[in-house]
């Protein structure tokens, strides 16, 4: 496919917050340098391309063009952002409308990855680049994210274009969105709706055979993660099928929300005497899916809802 020309971003944020111009020029595939940002280092759209520039360097260590920014991407982005500030919370997509994407690009190709962070953790003290590369880095380990669709709409052949929006609520919390689109042009090359369904199936079964083939010098040792993530293994006490979350014997962290959280057995039931106190955080080394909600394991056999954590 031949790449799109060279584009200066201007990131609009809306909703009462400070709007700066970026100015970040999309290299081909035969430089180093992604793109040259020039903006005020504590502005939201400096870490908005900071993350866009890092994704495309996730791409092209991955075999995949550097996608270019979009106008009309970018004022979704910027909706989409604000309405998780809005919520002072992710919403899971609930937001999402492949409608509003633009005629240009094919309707199956549109997609979205939405986070947060919130305030007083290390993500805070990160400057510029180093928050746009977290956004990414944490995309890429997918944590309760089980078939790793996020990492999906991130190397999808089928997008050439997209455009991040990061924005922050009133207390603190910071929340970033990308949003993604390809062309005919595009989506055709890659094969068309045969091979997206096939691109689709590499991310099944807990993610464990399309995330093996995926590498990322900023999270991987030695150039491999096939002992990283993604192991999916059978309780031998309960019987219950996991997803393995801890990496190389240390454990994840999950953060519990502002309000008490209950625990749960492994087959969803909820345990009567005993809960987690607001704002505790707690180890992590397993993680199960029960209907349409993520377990994360405490002790032995108790578990945390994703319900009832911060993210």
Not at 28 to 39: R, T, Y
Request: no cysteine.
């Amino acid at each position: 496919m031949k790449l799109a020309k060279p584009l200066i971003v201007t990131a609009l944020l809306t909703l009462g917050l400070t709007a700066v111009v970026s100015n970040p020029v999309l290299s081909d595939l035969s430089g180093n340098k992604i793109s040259e940002v020039k903006a005020d280092a504590n502005s939201d759209s400096a870490v908005a391309t900071a993350a866009l520039n890092e994704m495309n360097r996730l791409r092209t260590q991955n075999g995949q063009y550097p996608v270019s920014w979009d106008a009309d991407l970018q004022n979704i982005a910027n909706k989409r952002v604000n309405d998780q500030v809005a919520i002072n919370d992710v919403d899971y997509h609930r937001g999402f409308d492949r409608s509003v994407y633009p005629s240009q690009y094919v309707t199956s190709s549109s997609s979205e990855i939405v986070g947060l962070k919130r305030p007083h953790t290390s993500f805070d003290n990160l400057d510029t680049t180093q928050k746009g590369q977290r956004i990414i880095t944490d995309y890429y380990r997918d944590y309760g994210n089980a078939d790793f669709g996020h990492m999906k709409s991130m190397l999808s052949p089928f997008i050439d274009h997209a455009a991040f929006a990061v924005a922050t609520g009133s207390d603190g919390t910071t929340f970033n969105v990308g949003v993604f689109a390809g062309t005919p042009e595009t989506f055709q090359g890659a094969g068309g709706n045969g091979a997206l369904g096939a691109w689709n199936v590499l991310y099944t079964s807990n993610g464990k055979t399309g995330f093996e083939r995926v590498r990322y010098d900023l999270v991987d040792e030695n150039g491999t993660r096939t002992d990283y993530r993604g192991y999916v293994g059978n309780d031998p006490q309960y019987g219950y099928t996991f997803t393995q979350l801890s990496d190389r014997g240390n454990m994840e962290i999950v953060n519990i929300s502002g309000d008490y959280s209950p625990l749960y057995t492994f087959n969803g039931t909820r345990v009567s005497n005993r809960g987690l106190a607001p704002g505790s955080s707690w180890a992590t080394d397993r993680l199960i899916i029960i209907g349409d909600h993520t377990y994360y394991r405490v002790s032995t056999n108790e578990f945390v809802k994703d319900e009832n954590l911060a993210r």
